[in-house]
């Protein structure tokens, strides 16, 4: 934390809050003197004098707690930016409170000597400068530990804002770490079934490469950014099954159900995809009658909305049981964006196949 100017340092002493609090203290300094004074019964007075007395003390008073202030205003004004040792700080604010007292006492005594001079008392003046010292060393380090404190409570808001910093740069590291994981894998297999459809099936070659082009359109631009829609998500599996679907002919069909007011939907990028190739190369792949692949999106009753992608092929026999690389790394991207508001389930379908559903919070709706 930089530290402030001398001229800062003057104003953080000499402004005009605390020049409210010294009067205001002065005068309940006075307030209180006055009620001693009231009591002594041996010295009886009007009320009259009695007023009169307390608006020259509290003018006395007041007098000696500028003094102090301003004394204390020079010398934190003189250690701004200094780095003087812890004694020499201290002595400093110890004289500037003494050389503080001293200066007010001496104005007390020519003021309340203008109007009938009187006679100087050494006992009054060391007195009166003991009890300033002592009133103005007990305020300075209320001042001083009422500064550490708050310098404390910023130092400690600016490391919590840091954290914060860092935990969302670990949390993005993540995520692309976790991309760079998908993207691979995901790119390499789609191309891998569209070499496949253009060997088995060369007259729909022109077919495959439009279809292929217009997977990639929907892809490449979502494949560096952390998030995706729900609208995103389905456009980009469309095209894929609409490529796997050139190669499968009538082994594969599909449905996609979602309602147009969720299609807004925050969701990381790949998820969806990433479900419906682990439906195909696990559930309906191995079969030689193929199947069929439904994606369902429905509001869910705390607010949020889950997303099924169900199959109809060989179930749980011989997948992995959703300890893939991709599911893995799919649960890992929706903890790290929703923590534990979001998850993954894979359960079985009836009468076979895997239903793989996600569910996401209301937050990923806002």
């Known amino acids: 934390m930089e530290e402030p100017s001398p001229l800062h340092a003057f104003r953080r002493v000499c402004n005009l809050r605390m020049l409210a609090g010294v009067y205001y203290f002065c005068l309940l300094y006075a307030i209180s003197?006055?009620?001693t004074w009231a009591g002594n019964n041996n010295n009886p007075r009007?009320?009259?004098?009695?007023?009169?007395?307390?608006v020259r003390f509290s003018r006395q008073c007041l007098l000696t707690g500028l003094s102090l202030m301003l004394a204390v205003a020079l010398?934190?004004?003189?250690?701004?930016?200094?780095?003087?040792r812890?004694?020499?700080?201290?002595?400093?604010?110890?004289l500037a409170v003494g050389l503080g007292a001293a200066l007010g006492t001496w104005?007390?005594?020519?003021?309340?000597?203008?109007?009938?001079?009187?006679?100087?008392k050494p006992s009054w003046a060391v007195s009166t400068m003991a009890v300033w010292m002592l009133l103005g060393g007990m305020a300075y380090a209320l001042l001083l530990v009422s500064r550490a404190q708050r310098r404390g409570h910023e130092q400690l808001a600016q490391l919590f804002r840091e954290r914060e910093a860092l935990r969302t740069q670990q949390t993005e590291a993540q995520l692309s770490a976790l991309?760079?994981?998908?993207?691979p894998h995901f790119l390499f297999n789609t191309l891998a079934n569209v070499k496949r459809l253009y060997e088995t099936r060369p007259e729909r070659g022109r077919d495959m490469l439009v279809a292929l082009i217009a997977y990639l359109r929907a892809a490449l631009p979502g494949m560096r950014r952390h998030?995706?829609?729900?609208?995103?998500e389905l456009e980009l599996v469309r095209h894929y099954l609409a490529i796997l679907q050139m190669r499968m002919g009538e082994r594969l069909s599909f449905d996609i159900t979602a309602p147009a007011e969720l299609l807004s939907a925050q969701l990381p990028t790949l998820v969806l995809p990433t479900l419906v190739e682990n439906a195909i190369k696990h559930g309906l792949s191995p079969l030689p009658e193929g199947g069929r692949i439904e994606i369902r999106a429905a509001s869910a009753e705390d607010g949020g909305l889950t997303v099924e992608v169900a199959d109809n092929g060989q179930g749980f026999g011989a997948a992995s049981g959703g300890a893939g690389v991709g599911l893995a790394n799919t649960r890992a991207r929706l903890a790290a964006r929703f923590g534990d508001g979001a998850a993954l389930e894979l359960e079985a379908a009836q009468p076979r196949g895997v239903v793989a559903r996600v569910r996401l919070p209301a937050e990923a709706l806002a």
């Open 33 to 35: 003197r006055s009620l």
């Open 46 to 54: 009007t009320l009259g004098d009695a007023l009169f007395d307390l």
């Open 75 to 84: 010398a934190e004004a003189l250690l701004a930016r200094r780095r003087w």
């Open 86 to 94: 812890l004694p020499a700080q201290l002595a400093s604010r110890a």
């Open 107 to 120: 104005l007390r005594y020519v003021v309340g000597s203008l109007g009938s001079p009187m006679p100087f």
């Open 179 to 183: 991309n760079a994981q998908i993207e």
């Open 227 to 232: 998030e995706s829609t729900l609208a995103d």
